[in-house]
């Protein structure tokens, strides 16, 4: 039986997210993929879907609808590959006991404000040219490491490059023998 995979969206969902085909291109063949989209997660509804409207929806509480809607949905541990957005729930949820065996989180923007990180395996990584991407010392107090990459910003989980980067590692979570 394949290892189930839970994807979570950016802000911006199914509505800009094309290159996320690509990462189930790679993975679907190797786990069970669960997708969900975090505005829908986090009953995201503006009437005008601009980035500062959609990024007020989920500070103003649609971040905290999200995780309480993954918990209620996802029982059995499981690995998750989070976008942005999605990364800060994911991390959210796990602190509330998402039950939850790695979490891959590329550019989780506001994971720095976090006091303690989640009691799994991490896997965070952040483009180098990132505004939101955490400080070394946030990384350190916390206990984390950052994977972080040259001449990238924000949306590097966008380049195909970086989705073979990051699919071939979780690959390798379910292709690898254990002796």
């Not at 490491?145 to 490059?161: A, M, P, R």
């Amino acid at each position: 039986m394949a290892e189930k995979l839970v994807v979570i969206s950016d802000m911006w969902g199914v509505k800009k997210g094309l290159w996320i085909t690509s990462y189930f291109g790679y993975l679907q063949q190797y786990y069970d993929i669960v997708f969900y989209d975090c505005q829908q997660l986090g009953n995201i509804d503006v009437p005008v879907s601009t980035e500062k409207n959609i990024h007020k929806a989920f500070v103003d509480g649609g971040i905290e609808t999200a995780v309480t809607h993954l918990i209620q949905k996802e029982k059995q541990p499981s690995h998750y590959l989070a976008f942005s957005t999605g990364g800060t729930i994911a991390w959210k949820a796990a602190l509330k006991g998402l039950p939850i065996k790695s979490l891959t989180a590329i550019s989780p923007t506001r994971v720095r404000l976090e006091e303690t990180a989640p009691n799994t395996v991490l896997n965070l990584i952040f483009g180098e040219c990132d505004a939101f991407k955490p400080s070394t010392e946030w990384a350190d107090k916390v206990g984390v490491d950052l994977n972080v990459i040259s001449n990238f910003g924000h949306q590097l989980y966008s380049d195909e490059k970086i989705i073979a980067e990051v699919c071939l590692n979780l690959l390798e979570k379910v292709t690898k023998k254990v002796v």
